[in-house]
């Protein structure tokens, strides 16, 4: 019984610390409120799952990104399938959640382009957008160094083309 309490613990204490990491990714792939807690609660329990098995060799940071992003992907592609029989994707960008009056408009912009693309872009360029160098986000996504930076450069160029079609 004390070990379960004492991996509580420490799970909790992880989760404090990468508590913003988490929130940042899934309201990134999720704009409404009550479907973000429910991705963010699909997220923590892979997490606690997860947990006895995360070896310290690894980033925490990388690991948890490693975990959420699969989570929101997986999260995402259930979601579209179920979405498309009812609706284009478009029309879901009019109940964005966003405090607009915090967000200035080419923010707002930027984040309309990125969801649009494919979910591993989208995981490509939020990572990259979070600083990360390009192996963190090769380690995280499970693909090489050269492949981060070869769709990255595409990713900008179609992120640049979608932007400047709509000023």
């Known amino acids: 019984m004390e070990k379960q309490t004492q991996i509580e613990q420490e799970f ?3 989760l404090e610390s990468q508590k913003a990491l988490i929130i940042k990714l899934a309201h990134a792939y999720c704009y409404e409120e009550e ?20 070896r310290p060799e690894y980033a925490r940071s990388t690991w948890t990104y490693r975990i959420a ?3 929101s992907i997986s999260w995402l592609r259930k979601r579209k399938r179920s979405f498309q029989k009812k609706q284009n994707l478009k029309d879901e960008m009019e109940f964005l959640l966003w405090d607009n009056s915090i967000l200035d408009q080419r ?3 930027l984040y309309q382009a990125i969801e649009n693309l494919k979910p591993m ?6 990572l990259h957008l979070e600083g990360l160098a390009h192996k963190e986000i ?12 070869t769709k990255l450069q595409r990713i900008k160029r179609k992120l640049q083309k979608q932007l400047t079609n709509k000023i």
Do not use: H, M
């Open 35 to 54: 479907e973000r807690k429910d991705l963010i609660q699909d997220i923590l329990v892979q997490l606690w799952k997860a947990f006895p098995s995360y």
């Open 138 to 149: 090769a380690e995280i996504l499970g693909i090489s160094v050269s492949n981060i930076s």
């Open 12 to 14: 909790g204490e992880y």
């Open 121 to 126: 872009e989208k995981a490509q360029i939020i």
């Open 69 to 71: 992003l699969n989570v």
């Open 107 to 109: 923010l707002n912009k």
